[in-house]
């Protein structure tokens, strides 16, 4: 033990573990226990910290250590959470300190050489190629999408350290470069699952069997589908009713779950009320806006990209403003955009030139009396035939009900769902939440010590993350991987990503300011949380804002109770170096943008721990936990849309009129690519069974500092109390955006998952810690 007493502290004599053979007494995974006897010096004082070496043949994972009865102490825990390997696989000892936290400043002179020692540890030396044994924490750039030894086809582009293609950084695992190209990566092969992360970012065993059970039904389910269809058209669906035959009560063998959103009625989905209010309450709800000008005007570059102003004009929508003229809607905010436009037209081109064929949307709905929102018109672009740098060529369509014209509007709600679906899945989703907060899982690791209070903080805010990140690069975002495969954008997804990164904004990621950027709230101190909602019945926004405030409670009096003052966060030097390796590494390519909080101030160190938790808890749980529920019909969300509208004359145009429902299928994703993308969103909507949700820990243990323990209770019966709020305000008939027609609650910002918190699965409820699936 190492006691307050030399630079490094007195170390006890040694102990060994005893009854080892006798207490194993299983061959699975289980927890286990073992007493330890330590002599003790009257001269140690409080012990603060261990040092341990297994001489065993294997691996064990080292939980908790709890020393009983220390003399003038009582007990002392030690949270480790650790697997520690056979001593010769390191060139250091293994230190463990007690759940006491120090600022660097604070740290007992015996301990600080052994922080200090540790942070190294972790680091690295940036060489060579990792080991499931190493701890290292490391940075890379997205260079491991391709695989160009396969062909020219799996060729990618390197995201990250260039201004053209930024992106976030991630885990470096120092695998050879490829043989053809010496800037990527090599790759392992694609069922060999042991991509290096540091082994505490792994998955448990319980939570890596759930992964695997999950993803073997799911994908087993499509290439049996595969192989016993007698379908005449086999990679087609001819009918809704072909579709639905693919779902069976419980998701029985061979048949998924059935969506929520199809549960009570197959066709509600395709009303205009029930698309508006995915747009407030599905699983992409932070895109819509409130727009200041008419027509919708482009931020693209006019030299590079030509006119992109909007062509929806006023003859085109005003007969259906229940009365009400443009200049009214806009002064009164009761015009709102869903706009895809800017985003998706400079990889327009490329991405049509694939089997995709698919269209930049805007999508401009009124805000009604009732609060919900009524589509007016929806605007499909494509590049100008002589070239983008000309400018785009629209189709405008408004909404109809009968006959051809109803079907084109249907097709028209199709597109405008598939840039959506697109969008989601690689910005909302994967780039805003999984990538962005990777580098905060690597430089917390790297500069913060266990011993930190803001690593006691965040530490449970990271679980999984890096392990679930890994396997997405190995078989989703890769080259040739599922999701090329299931979604419009093919071989320019992670580019087009990249692209898209350019305008993110560490502070944007904020709630409140989100909000306030799209116009869909101002400034009112009069309001619970200082804004006021443009659309009352805003789901995401009303449940996220109850959220977001009592995460930034409970940061709020964390924080003060380490940092009194300012200036205990200039001369934090742990604190310090974090923040700027985060903004000079970690998010490299944006490291001289001038809206970094400057993390001189408390208040500047709150609002970042309230973005990160948000972000990692949060934002992420109400774009990924409900995808099952509305995209898991595809129709409702296609993801890929495979010809253009259909011009009047053409046969495609005959058979929209004459079999509507053929013709809309033959458009959007095929039979077995919709098998494929249902099958992935289903595993990425499952909980897992040993979650840990918002407001919860691991261990009751985590610190041992009172005030900091009695603020997080606080914390989870504040977030009770929301919870309670939430099913209040989904009962109450006068939301409608709340169940909406298809009668889908709104619970994806239900902290807990209520009464069903300790059962995995499809829930579509309950904020996990973190960026885990």
Excluded at 120 to 130: E, H, Q, T
Excluded at 455 to 467: C, I
Aim: with cysteine; glycine share 6%; aromatic share 10%.
């Amino acid at each position: 033990m190492l006691a307050a007493n030399g630079l490094k502290g007195k170390l006890g004599k040694a102990a060994f573990v005893e009854n080892w053979i006798s207490t194993l007494t299983s061959v699975s995974a289980s927890d286990a226990t073992f007493n330890i006897f330590f002599e003790w010096d009257e001269s140690m004082s409080v012990p603060g910290a261990f040092i341990i070496k297994n001489y065993h043949h294997n691996q064990f994972y080292l939980k908790t250590v709890t020393l009983e009865d220390v003399p003038g102490h009582g007990q002392i825990h030690f949270i480790c959470n650790s697997w520690v390997y056979p001593a010769h696989r390191y060139k250091y000892n293994r230190v463990f300190f007690a759940n006491k936290t120090y600022l660097p400043c604070n740290t007992p002179e015996p301990l600080r050489q052994y922080r200090q020692e540790e942070l190294i540890n972790l680091r690295g030396n940036g060489a060579g190629k990792l080991k499931e044994w190493d701890r290292v924490y490391d940075y890379a750039y997205y260079n491991d999408l391709g695989n160009p030894n396969k062909g020219t086809e799996y060729e990618r582009r390197v995201l990250g350290g260039s201004e053209k293609f930024p992106y976030p950084r991630r885990g470096r695992t120092g695998r050879a470069p490829t043989k053809k190209d010496p800037k990527t990566e090599s790759r392992l092969p694609l069922l060999n699952l042991d991509i290096y992360v540091p082994r505490d970012e792994r998955f448990n065993h319980v939570k890596f069997s759930d992964f695997l059970a999950y993803a073997f039904k799911s994908i087993g389910q499509v290439l049996v589908s595969e192989v016993i269809s007698f379908d005449k058209t086999p990679n087609e669906f001819d009918t809704f009713q072909d579709v639905l035959k693919v779902y069976g009560d419980g998701g029985k063998l061979l048949k998924l779950p059935m969506p929520d959103v199809i549960k009570e009625d197959k066709s509600a989905w395709r009303t205009d009320e029930e698309f508006g209010r995915e747009m407030l309450a599905g699983v992409n709800p932070v895109i819509i806006r409130c727009p200041q000008e008419f027509p919708p005007a482009s931020k693209l570059n006019p030299e590079e990209y030509g006119n992109q102003t909007s062509t929806i004009k006023r003859e085109h929508i005003e007969k259906k403003m229940n009365g009400l003229t443009i200049d009214e809607a806009l002064e009164n905010k009761k015009l709102f955009i869903l706009d895809h436009h800017d985003a998706l037209m400079p990889y327009l081109q490329d991405i049509n030139s694939t089997t995709t064929k698919t269209y930049a949307s805007r999508t401009l709905l009124l805000l009604q009396n009732n609060g919900t929102l009524k589509p007016l018109a929806i605007e499909l672009s494509l590049p100008h035939p002589q070239g983008v740098k000309h400018g785009a060529t629209s189709q405008v369509f408004t909404p109809a009900e009968h006959g051809v014209e109803g079907s084109v509007w249907q097709l028209a709600k199709a597109y405008a769902a598939v840039n959506d679906s697109g969008y989601h899945q690689l910005i909302s989703h994967w780039l805003n939440t999984h990538a962005v907060i990777e580098p905060f899982v690597i430089a917390t690791n790297r500069q913060l010590s266990v011993l930190h209070p803001i690593n006691k903080l965040l530490h449970p805010h990271f679980r999984d993350t890096m392990n679930i990140n890994a396997l997405a690069q190995h078989i989703l975002i890769n080259a040739g991987g599922v999701l090329e495969m299931t979604v419009f954008p093919a071989k320019y997804s992670m580019e087009m990503s990249a692209f898209i990164y350019k305008n993110w904004a560490f502070t944007d990621q904020a709630l409140p300011t989100d909000l306030l950027k799209r116009g869909m709230a101002v400034p009112d101190s009069s309001q619970p949380h200082g804004l006021r909602m443009l659309i009352e019945d805003y789901p995401y926004a009303v449940d996220g804002l109850e959220i977001w405030s009592a995460i930034k409670t409970w940061v709020t009096e964390y924080c003060s109770f380490y940092y009194p003052g300012d200036d205990m966060v200039k001369s934090d030097s742990e604190l310090q170096s974090w923040w700027t390796e985060l903004r000079d590494v970690g998010h490299g390519d944006k490291k001289d943008e001038p809206w970094w909080p400057k993390m001189q101030t408390r208040d500047e160190l709150i609002q970042t721990c309230n973005i990160i938790i948000w972000v990692a808890s949060a934002l992420h749980a109400a774009v990924n936990f409900g995808q099952y529920s509305y995209a898991g019909y595809l129709p409702n969300r296609p993801t890929i849309s495979r010809r253009f509208i259909p011009e009047p004359g053409t046969p495609e145009y005959a058979e929209l009129e004459s079999s509507p429902h053929r013709a809309f299928l033959k458009t959007i994703t095929s039979q077995f690519t919709t098998l494929l993308g249902v099958s992935l969103i289903e595993i990425l909507s499952q909980h897992s069974s040993d979650e840990i949700y918002l407001g919860q820990r691991d261990t009751p243990e985590w610190t041992s500092e009172a005030q900091p323990r009695e603020a997080f209770e606080r914390f989870g019966r504040n977030l009770v109390e929301i919870e309670g709020r939430i099913m209040d305000r989904n009962m109450d008939k006068r939301w409608k955006n709340r169940v909406g027609p298809a009668n889908v609650p709104y619970t994806l910002l239900y902290p807990s998952k209520s009464d069903t918190s300790k059962i995995g699965g499809l829930t579509g409820k309950g904020i996990p810690n973190s960026v885990s699936m």
